[in-house]
């Protein structure tokens, strides 16, 4: 039944005879959306409760009808939920291993938040070098994050960041998957919600980032699968969460003092959250699933959990062919050395990599000579930038994408200069202060006076 109330064309399909007749098998594929989708938990209201009513398309087509059910990524409790719908009691189990040999799992507690710009910095080469970034999938679950997540003041190189998620033009979507698939795609880090994690390849991603806590072992699963599907290299699945994620008290989840992987029951609801009834209120805390909680303690090897989850015995379950299976072995994992830029650390970001900075207290200003020779280097620049890519993302705030640009201007020019290239002496100059509204607005003055010489069919 359509949102409207009528009957969709695929259920006149169904009820017409001379259709039904002839159906001899359904497959569904990525049969977990039936339990995460379409059935009850925790008391929410269901997402697409479709997937919970497939027994009644079974029950119209009659027993004659094969049906067969996909999926990599159930663990036990979900795979009950399929069975008890579309599957019959005898049914016959195909299954192969669904590990990943070529990717390292890991977690990381981000400094600041989830939200903190500065923690993805670490997704991008420093120097940037566009032709060797890795190509980077980060996962937000909040669509509105999407937008505003990435650093633009970090990094600020055309079409290198996009965004990606369902409200989004499908014009706009096509042009920003193309380019983060095509080999010489222009985009290097896609932000994304999860309708990228499921049944889309991407050939060269090499890093997944899970930003935020996942809602189920699942979503870490097919998302952090998204890494080298089609490139022979050592692929990265991380996990961002939050601090209060290691406050989280194991024993809100009913875990006994001592509980290990033996005496965990991989049969029971894993993803469940602390309260067995949620709301829409209910805040993220009370919403942690436990195996991902559990993910982040490092009690375990992260690739012999998934094992347990998906009831997968097979030998090459747990084999790895990366440097490192996880970063649960207490073997010198360092997942800095894993990824292309640093981590960002509150204690010593903007400060020089070898020494502490010491801070100017009294900054000196920039003469007037200077100043007029910076404002020359940054006209040039500016003119360049438009006339190498007019149609780039022009924002209200289109100026901020470019920082990471300025920036390195300024710091080219005053380290010619024999002047410290500290960000402390651009922020408090003089000439920051006084000028830095008058370059923007010239900007903004030569990206319309392009927009005006651009001419349109
Ligand atoms: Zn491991």
Known sequence: ???????????????????????????????????????PRYGLSLFRPVYGKLDEIKTMLGPAVIWAAMTATAPCYMLKSIETRVLRPNYVNLSTTSNRSDITYATHCVPGGIDR???????????????????????????????????????????VVRHYHSLMSADYLKDAHDEFTKPDGKCKILVATAGE?????????????????PSDITAVLQRGGRAVRQISCDGLCVIFYDNWVNEIDLADYGLKDGFNMESFDFDSDI???PKNVLTLMSTVKERASL?????????FCLRLFFSKCLRDDSPEALEFSTAFCCDAHNNGFDLQQLLPGKLYNPDTAHKPLDAPMKKSS??????????????????QWLEKAHEDNPMSPQTDDWAKLWAADIFKIISTFDAKNEKTSSPEIIEDSEWYESDWEELFEKEKETRIRMEKSVCFP
Request: hydrophobic fraction near 40%.
């Open 271 to 273: 993803d469940r959250p």
């Open 291 to 299: 195996a991902c909680v559990l993910l982040t303690k490092r009690l």
């Open 117 to 159: 710009l500065e923690n993805y910095g670490c997704f991008l080469s420093s120097p940037f070098v566009f032709e060797t970034q890795k190509r980077v999938l980060i996962f937000r679950d909040n669509k509105d994050s999407t937008i505003t997540f990435f650093p633009s003041n970090i990094v600020a190189v055309g079409e």
């Open 1 to 39: 039944m359509s949102k409207e109330g009528h009957l969709t064309r695929f259920a006149k399909f169904i009820r017409n005879r001379t259709f039904s007749r002839w159906a001899f098998l359904v497959v569904i594929d990525e049969a977990h959306l039936i339990p995460i989708f379409g059935l």
């Open 197 to 213: 994690s499921t049944g889309i390849d991407h050939p060269d991603v090499e890093i997944v980032c899970l930003a935020g806590l």
């Open 362 to 379: 009294n900054p000196k200003p920039r003469s007037s000579a200077n100043k007029k020779q910076l404002r020359k280097l940054f006209e």
